[in-house]
């Protein structure tokens, strides 16, 4: 029986008297583009976090390619990359030092590294950079460099947190390309992005969590027939575009009202 | 218009003041004070807001212990300087009133090192987004720093000298104060020029390691110098170092040297207040006049930096220097270069504990307040040696002479043992990510630590030696042995302070740095333990006259100490699971 890449159950995350996630549930089969959205505060930062490992779930349960996961499951570890929201980059690093240090931190031997580390450079386009600390790279290189890490050591899970902020269009197609890719040969992908544009062309499946609550989930064309069909008037599913539906769902509707407000605004 | 929580608001409803604030102005236009009272009030919520902390409570009462410590400190250091001015100005040894306004100098420079993180900081820089004209912009840098540290006890100090001097010649008092007034006004311009200027080498990697390199060159110049001076001074009597003293005033360097001062802010404070002692107006107003134009002179220096500051550029992003079309004509391919570089891989082992010391060299390497902090007290050698010299008239030193030199060298370690994560950054999540358990990253940084406190207490060790004379070699068995038993006392509570009170170190930055006031406390009450602890044993041993046996009791503690640190290491990843937010929180937090 096939397991499901990610898997969660219950999953709840409490600050005080704050609940951030509140009881969010779902499954990311085995090579699907999994894009969770949802707006600012929603809770997908803290999702993220604790799908990989960096906050600890206050109830529910996660599983990672059929295991449960905790902090100290090291093996799992190994077959998961994380681009968490800081980037976690070392700032007194090279961009080589950086790529060979985490290599090692996953058990890659010296050669494998070595090999990787200047594949990654030269596909990131920052192999002119090796000297350069990475304190002193701009934002989009420091991404860059953070997603090269998260893939050095060949993860079959990979974690996105807002991947493409600060990256410019020529990189974010390379980037696109590169997951593809991945997808292609059989990993899984998590991404939590704003750039709706972004998910729409990737991914197959949407989960968008409001008030850190799931509010929806499953395949993109699944979300198109359900809110269309809820939408006054006969609407075409194929016409709505994700920013249609997210707001749809996340309940924003009234912006043209807000238009009228601040109107001492030039 | 609109409404927002039932407020009306829109342009015809400003009243004159709020008009007069939008149009801008001056200096001192409605606009720029509306501005100063903000950043008043910025400054004191930022100081409110400091006492916060996610430390707890325990983090919130050592702040206020720091608080007591740095007024006593302030307070006292005014008493002493008010003391010694009364002294100078009631005995009219005018002469010597240059060395107090040196010494007050020298605090008032060195205080924002030594207690920077004691201050919440805040960066000035983001005020240009705001309508702030520069000279508003500069002003409100110089106000900003009149609460620093530095300030107040620069301040206390002048005001102390103010009271002694008009104590013992109250007709000094006008000049006291005007001169007191114009040397402060130079300090608080200089302290600032000299860490906005510092900060701004430090923002680039190349001027960053050159002033790193002429930092330990001076670290070491300083070693040298002390021993350079007092060549003849070894085991000297009262007297024959007495006239050691005179012989070296006499000298033509000391002349020369003095004649120098004499025309440096603290020197013409000094001369001023002997010639407005001596009722010599005129020439106490023209050294009043130099040490103007050394205020105006710092303010321009500061100026400077601030009018680049002003016009945009950030410190984050200061201009590289450029390469020559030479070198980037013989550009190297990408292969080659990463493969000239895989000599930088100075471990041979794969492993995450070979990765982390790698990387652990090249941070320290790369991160000047580590190396400060463990250079600085190298100092501490000298000066305690010193004072062992001068103790003993005659005769040897003590035998706690040499360990208790070598013992101090190691102070610096505190950052590095007590905050081992602290220049991690968002770094750290990479180690909660990874599949390297927490124990492990301990492990090689208090391995690589521990390499580096042995070479440098070595050295501390050699220094001595060539202080103190060469110290026998029970005495050097038991100096090994104590400092056997520091070392894992010091790597056991620094690791549970590293996991429990982090607080992240800038490596760019020598001045400004944050700092946890629990941990610093702490790690201050364990050397006082340790140091407690070698006195103990050493001062019972000696009574005995089995110096020999003090050797064993601490091979003894020192067994206890690293089963201690073993268990601490074993149980580093549960501590780091529980303070998980704490250290990521803290350490990814933005300066």
Redesign the interface.
Known sequence: MEFAAIQTHGLTRRFGEFTAVDGVTFSVAPGQFFGFLGPNGAGKSTTIKML?????PSAGTIEILGKPFS??A??L??QIG?V?E????????TA??YL???G???????ET??QR??EL??FMQL??E?R??V??FSHGMQKKLALA?AVIHGPRVLFLDEPFEGVDAIAAGMLKAMLQGMINRGATIFLTTHVLEIVERLCSHVAIIHQGRLVANGPLEELRAGVASTLPGAQSAQRLTLEEIFLSIVGAGDQQDLS?????LA | MARINGARIDNAGMDGAQQALATGGGLLSPLARAQYAALARLRWRVFVNGLRSKLGAFELGARVVAYVMYGILGLGLGAGAGAIAYSLADSQNWQYSPIVFWVVCLIWQVVPIMLASFQEQFDLSSLLRFPVGFRSFFLLYVVFGLSDLSTIIGGLCCFGILVGVTAARPDLFVWTALILAIFAAFNILMVRAVFAWIDRWLSQRKTREILGAIFMVLILSMQLMNPAVWQHGHRASGKRQQQQIQQMLASPWVKTANEVQEWLPPGLAGVALRQAASQQPAPALGSLGVLGLFVVAAGSVLGLRLRAEYHGENLGAAPALKKSAKNSAKAVPVREKTAEREGDWRFGGSGPIAAIIEKEIRSLLRTLPLLYAVGAPLVLVLVISGSFIRGASRGPAPLVAFPLCVFFAQIGFRMLFSNNLGTEGAGIQLYFLSPTPMRTVMLAKNLLHSAVFVVVLVIAGLLATLRLGEPGAVVVAATIAWLLFVLPCNLAVGNIFSLTMPYRINPGRISRQRGSQASTLLSLLLQVGVLAVGALVFELCSIGGMMWLTVPIFLALTVVAVFVWLRILGNSDDIASQHKDLLIATLMKAD
């Open positions: 990989t490992g960096l906050l600890e902090a100290s090291l093996d570890k190994r994380v968490p800081g980037m976690a980059l070392f700032g007194r690093l080589p030092e060979r240090f985490v090692r931190m996953y058990g890659l031997d010296r590294t070595n580390t200047q450079l030269e192999a002119n090796t350069k600390l304190t002193d890490a009228q407000e601040l109107s001492w």
